[in-house]
């Protein structure tokens, strides 16, 4: 911030200084009246000056921008007034006889109104240019504001859903854990011992925006380890995932809510099922495909808080705008969810 005023104050006086040299570099070669440049380019320059720098730091800030135009417009129509008096009064006090003997020498000037529109004119210009530099600031920074707001807000949606992700996977895995105790003590306590990694992982791993893929594979692999521990060998679980390294990053925990779907309302206590997952990958694109046997909740049935699928649709909105396709459907009875994200 403190390298833009300098640069802003550097490119104000370049432009003054510009200004000032105007009737040097147009007249370059030709003999020059020191008192003419003064009366005629230097003085009034002066006063465009003053003009722009009080509307510039005053005028506009108190009057234009709080819907004060009346009054914005009366002072500034004053002050050009002001301007051109005393831009003539100092004329003829210091430079009018050296300019009598120039306007005899070139002939009779401009009527007298002629003179007073190209003097309102002139004085106007600087006016139209610091409203017109002040009122792009001011949008430039309106629209920066604005961004940053739209940032700050997409950061706390998606940092409400990641929290709002990291209870619902608790509470799920320890109903799970919880149904293991009675039918299987040894294999609860390996189950706590590999949600406590998996937890250990969402709570100081996830807190970035992007991470390898390849670490959510590896997340992905114990949560279907530990979810294996409570299903009967009616169930058979496949998975197909990239063993080399990708290279590609993708926001964490994208993935987890439909493997958790599947062993959710994919499994039969009673009923042989089977669930497939693979991540395919090509260039910067990534494929997630999970399929399990489609086993229809009951009416009553009111496990489950619907949370998942949900929280994924509103990530892929925020993280993946335009990115992203996800389509779950059931074909010969049989749940599909694909989720495809084009990464950067």
């Keep these: ?40 380019f230097w003085v009034p320059i002066t006063f465009y000056a003053i003009i722009f720098y009080v509307n510039y730091f005053i005028l506009i800030d108190k009057y234009l921008f709080s819907n004060k135009t009346v ?7 004053l002050i050009i007034a002001l301007s051109i008096t005393f831009k003539e009064t100092i004329e003829d006090f210091l430079f009018g006889e050296s300019l009598k003997r120039s306007a005899k020498m070139e002939g009779v000037g401009p009527p007298i109104k002629m003179f007073i529109y190209i003097q309102m004119l002139s004085y106007m210009a600087p006016l139209l240019f610091s409203i017109a530099i002040k009122t792009t600031k001011r949008w430039v920074q309106t ?5 940053e707001a739209a940032n700050f807000k997409l950061k706390s949606e998606l940092q409400h859903l990641h929290y709002q992700l990291q209870p619902h996977f608790f509470f799920n895995s320890l109903n799970n854990i919880y149904a293991l105790v009675d039918i299987s003590p040894d294999q609860a306590k390996t189950s706590i011992h590999s949600l406590s990694k998996l937890m250990r992982y969402m709570l100081y791993e996830t807190n970035v925006e992007l991470i390898s893929l390849s670490k959510e594979i590896d997340f992905m692999k114990k949560y279907i380890d530990l979810m294996k521990l409570r299903v009967s060998d009616k169930t058979i679980v496949n998975y197909h995932f990239p063993s080399e390294e990708t290279g ?13 779907n599947a062993f959710k309302h994919g499994v039969s206590a009673s009923k042989p099922s089977t669930i497939e997952i693979s991540i395919s990958t090509q260039e910067k694109t990534v494929l997630f495909t999970i399929e399990n046997d489609d086993f229809p909740k009951k009416s009553d049935d009111k496990s489950g808080s619907g949370i998942g699928l949900v929280n994924i649709e509103k990530r892929l909105a925020l993280l993946y705008p335009n990115k992203n396709s996800f389509k779950t459907f059931v074909k010969d009875n049989r749940f599909v969810a694909q989720l495809e994200i084009e990464t950067n």
């Design 1 to 40: 911030m403190h390298k833009n005023k300098k640069i802003t104050l550097f490119s104000h006086v370049l432009v003054w200084l510009v200004l000032f040299s105007m009737p040097y570099l147009l007249s370059y070669g030709q003999e020059q009246d020191l008192n003419r440049i003064i009366a005629h």
């Design 248 to 260: 590609i990053k993708v926001a964490p925990l994208l993935f987890i809510s439909l493997i958790e």
């Design 71 to 77: 009054q914005f417009v009366l002072i500034n129509v």
């Design 143 to 147: 629209e920066a504001a604005r961004k």
